[in-house]
């Protein structure tokens, strides 16, 4: 690269910064547009379509969910882990993984199906420890000591969480299963397939052959023993099957699907001190150009 190029590198570099920043300002304006403007609404009554849900967490019945780094019970995690650790052959060790598994939100009138897939999630339990191993063993730290911990260890370990018992926001598209009993089938076949798959050894007895992967072949047959055991479920509840009600991403992509573990005036200031920073940003590294353009 010829040194009259080399001296555009610094503003380019910068601007770059500038226009991750605009981009995302402009994200947090709609995000806050549109949980300002969505429609707040109970459970059980909830309006077909695009509306915001508060209340508490709550676990589907069925194996528990156990976050994978802390081991603790809850209803939704993500976890990264990263750097050298003394029980791994690879130089440099890294994972991470966010959990799809359905969980409930409940309120005064009743329970909502909450399907996380796709979701912006904002959690109200997030941590960070450090360690000698793949996966952590015991807390090596006091929380005094936390932010030292990349001096003395080789891991990272980060973990989010929401927890059953927390307060919930919930901001997507809603809708009812009321008396089509082919859809509420359908569902509850969802349900007990989730269920299922955070089920290790449910997951072996499904794995006929036992060569550690799950075929085509295999899980439609998983499918029809969910589809038989939901049947029975549903005839044993009654003729007409309860209600359920979901709550999963917009089929509008302009619509954001947010998860958060607070209540809205919460999350609308944690918004918008997110979007003074990127505006912020955004004018520093617009000063900054100027400064580092050549002469």
């Known amino acids: 690269m010829e040194p009259a190029a080399l001296d555009w590198l610094p503003a380019a570099a910068v601007a770059a910064l500038g226009i991750v920043a605009l981009q995302r300002f402009r994200r947090a304006l709609e995000m806050l547009s549109w949980i300002q403007a969505a429609a707040s609404a109970r459970c059980r009554s909830a309006s077909q379509g695009y509306v915001e849900l508060t209340g508490t967490a709550r676990n589907i019945p069925g194996p528990p969910i156990v976050a994978p780094l802390s081991r603790r019970d809850c209803v939704w995690y993500a976890f990264q882990t990263s750097g050298r650790a003394q029980d791994d052959t690879a130089p440099i060790s890294r994972e991470s993984g966010r959990s799809d598994a ?34 952590p063993t015991l807390r090596s730290f006091g929380w005094k000591l936390e932010w030292m911990g990349w001096l003395f260890r080789g891991m990272r370990y980060h973990e989010q969480r929401i927890e059953a018992g927390d307060r919930l926001y919930a901001l997507g598209e809603f809708e009812s299963l009321h008396e089509d009993h082919r859809n509420t089938l359908e569902h509850e076949t969802a349900a007990i397939l989730a269920a299922w798959k955070r089920d290790p050894r449910q997951m072996a007895a ?7 992967r799950i075929d085509a072949d295999e899980w439609e047959a998983a499918r029809e023993a969910a589809l038989r055991q939901a049947a029975l479920k549903l005839h044993a509840e009654g003729d007409t099957p309860q209600p359920l009600h979901l709550l999963r991403k917009p089929r509008n ?26 505006a912020a940003t955004f004018v520093c590294a617009t000063g900054a150009v100027f400064l580092l353009l050549p002469r």
């Open 102 to 135: 359905l969980f409930h939100l409940e309120d005064a009138s009743g329970r909502c199906i909450i399907d996380p897939e796709g979701a912006t999630v904002y959690p109200p339990h997030d941590e960070t420890w450090f360690g000698d191993t793949r996966r």
């Open 206 to 212: 499904i794995d006929g052959n036992g060569d550690g």
């Open 253 to 278: 992509g302009r619509q954001p699907f947010i998860i958060a573990g607070c209540d809205e005036a919460t999350l609308l200031r944690r918004m918008r001190r997110r979007a003074l920073l990127h």
